[in-house]
């Protein structure tokens, strides 16, 4: 393009300067214009090539600029284009911002679900295990009770009735018994230190639904002081409250319930002193006897969760026997009775589930009642054989009747 203007321009320039030089032929001018033409003409006419250049320079800037100022226009241009463009597309992105915020309000409240069901479905695990260790426990408690029941049916009725319940001898009972219940209960307020240790031992949670266990001890390591201790846990589905308060209605009563072979003095709201007298079979024939009167004192402690007894017994024991009629032995037994709520229950399962404990301690007397000794060493060498299998199965009776009063209580309130 540049060397056609050039072309273009060089022609009509030598007509240009053509007409110029024929001008002052034709025209008849002044003088003084003549000179000053004549002067131009000289002065102009060595240079015409560097005129064209100078012209063919500035219409080559003006070009130039006119292209820069092209360019500055259309990217001007462009960026208002894309201004307008960013104002038209800006109430669409700001209704696509509106939308993801409703989705993800949506998305928050869909993880906040999904975190309560997985808590509810852990608390729902750990029910479901707590139910089914509870229900493992009352499966051994009712294939126990099963068992028991089996081997009672072969018994004699007397011979079950005396393993349960006892026996109570109608001999009358000693008329005067202040003494004897006076020296029970100083025994008794001496163990008040027992009540933490105690405490301690009866809220650690059961292993297994019932247990029990018969242990000889040897305080200070003398043989005088030798005690069999009985121990005996069992998980009842009673309320800590309920059985707390059977359980003492029971030792008000007189530990069983009767009318005639039993006396029972009360000595306090929360004291309790008791005289009673039981025969246990030795055979199944009911032939030969353990003849055995009690003293005792009970003393009530409650706590927040539950209840602690103390007690404190004094036993004479004597045999119906052909080969020992004279038979005879005094023991003294120290223990207690708790009852506490079940430590393990969680919320909705087995809340009606308590823990009833007994410790019973089972030592000889140091002298025999009224002064008599026994008549035949060898029974009284081996208390092992006569006492300690009755007093366990008079425990037992005890045990049975808890159980029994706290059934035939329930029963009688659905009913």
Known sequence: ???????????????????RRREPEINMEPEAKKIKH???????????????????????????????????????????????????????????????????????????????????????KSKLQTCTYALKMLQTQVIQAHSRQQEQQYSKTAFENAVRVGIIMSRRLYSDDSGIFDMLESKLEARLFELDVIARTAHQP???????????????GRDAAAAVEFKHTRLLPFGHDTTAKTIWEIIELGGLITDRHFR??????????????????????????VNVDV?????????????????????????????????????????????????????????????????????????????????????????????????REILSSHHQSVENFLLDSSRAIKA
């Open 1 to 19: 393009m540049e060397e056609l203007d050039r072309a273009q321009a060089s022609p009509s320039q030598s007509i240009a300067n053509s007409k």
């Open 264 to 289: 029972v003095a009360r000595r306090s709201n929360d004291m309790v002193g008791m005289a009673s007298r039981f025969t246990i079979p030795l055979d199944r024939g009911n032939c030969n006897t």
């Open 206 to 220: 059961l292993l297994q639904g019932a247990s029990e266990r018969v242990q000889v001890c040897r305080e200070d």
């Open 38 to 124: 004549t002067k131009s003409e000289i002065s102009t006419n060595p240079l015409p090539r560097k005129r064209r250049n100078s012209s063919w320079l500035r219409r080559k800037q003006e070009l130039l600029a006119l292209r820069n100022e092209s360019e500055t226009l259309e990217t001007t241009l462009a960026l208002l284009e894309a201004q307008q463009a960013e104002s038209v597309l800006e109430p669409q992105s700001k209704s696509l911002t509106e939308n993801q915020e409703l989705w993800k309000s949506v998305a928050a409240i869909a993880r906040q679900e999904c975190r309560n069901s997985q808590e509810e479905n852990a608390r729902l």
């Open 295 to 391: 003293h005792a004192v009970a003393k009530r402690f409650a706590g927040p969760v539950g209840m602690v007894v103390l007690v404190e017994s004094r036993s004479e024991w004597s045999m119906n026997h052909s080969n020992a009629s004279g038979w005879k032995q005094v023991t003294e037994e120290a223990g207690w009775v708790a009852v506490n709520e079940h430590p393990q229950q969680s919320e909705g399962a087995m809340q009606h589930a308590c823990q009833l404990q007994t410790s019973m301690k089972l030592r000889p007397d140091a002298s025999d009642v009224g002064g008599c000794g026994s008549t035949r060493p060898t029974f009284t060498g081996h208390i092992g054989d006569v006492v300690i299998p009755s007093f």
